[in-house]
T-cell receptor, first 114, second 114 residues
Framework: NAGVTQTPKFRILKIGQSMTLQCTQD?????MYWYRQDPGMGLKLIYY???????DKGEVPNGYNVSRSTTEDFPLRLELAAPSQTSVYFCASSTTGDPGNTIYFGEGSWLTVV | GNSVTQMEGPVTLSEEAFLTINCTYTATGYPSLFWYVQYPGEGLQLLLKATKADDKGSNKGFEATYRKETTSFHLEKGSVQVSDSAVYFCALSPPGSSASKIIFGSGTRLSIRP
């Protein structure tokens, strides 16, 4: 049972570097999400997608880009990393946008920008 | 605006103790309310939910009652086990909105001593 898989689990970036957090799900879910969690704070939505080829901004999209070329994959791109992007990142997916449906989360990716 | 406030952790209890993790919310109308749990090394998973006032969500011995009059959704368990050690997140979904609008609390870390 793979579910939602995100890589890498841990990464240290230097200021100004770029990287991609990979996320893939094997449940054929239409909806996918990227969240970030800063210390002592709740999860905040960065971007989400309602299907292949469709993405939309969440609450905190600045400094990030996403694409959704397939149902399975939803990579998150960080351009010109900044210390403010030090956080834990969670990818998630669900069958529909109904909040009553279970949202499945990945294990998280710890990113430090120095 | 909409928000969720949950008690700060960490919370440390002995096995078989009674557990309460407080969660209060601010929202217009009747949001749906959720508790998510994150076990060590795993992603968040839905623990229980309630969609209208006075509903009680329950799962794995945990319960939470949707209290409109006190705007609360406290998580309780009568007798905790070591395996309950995890981070617990309270969350709400505003009325009529999609999963992309779910608001998460900051999480409460629970540790159970044998």
């Amino acid at each position: 049972n793979a579910g939602v898989t995100q890589t890498p689990k841990f990464r240290i970036l230097k200021i100004g570097q770029s990287m991609t957090l990979q996320c893939t799900q094997d449940m054929n879910h239409n909806y996918m999400y990227w969240y970030r969690q800063d210390p002592g704070m709740g999860l905040k939505l960065i971007y989400y997608s309602v299907g292949a080829g469709i993405t939309d901004k969440g609450e905190v999209p600045n400094g990030y880009n996403v694409s959704r070329s397939t149902t399975e994959d939803f990579p998150l791109r960080l351009e010109l990393a900044a210390p403010s992007q030090t956080s834990v990142y969670f990818c998630a997916s669900s069958t529909t946008g109904d909040p009553g449906n279970t949202i499945y989360f990945g294990e998280g990716s710890w990113l430090t920008v120095v | 605006g909409n928000s969720v406030t949950q008690m700060e952790g960490p919370v440390t209890l002995s096995e078989e103790a009674f557990l309460t993790i407080n969660c209060t919310y601010t929202a217009t109308g009747y949001p749906s309310l959720f508790w998510y749990v994150q076990y060590p090394g795993e992603g968040l998973q839905l623990l229980l939910k309630a969609t209208k006032a006075d509903d009680k969500g329950s799962n794995k011995g945990f319960e939470a009652t949707y209290r409109k009059e006190t705007t609360s959704f406290h998580l309780e368990k009568g007798s905790v086990q070591v395996s309950d050690s995890a981070v617990y997140f309270c969350a709400l979904s505003p009325p009529g909105s999609s999963a992309s609008k779910i608001i998460f609390g900051s999480g409460t870390r629970l540790s159970i001593r044998p």
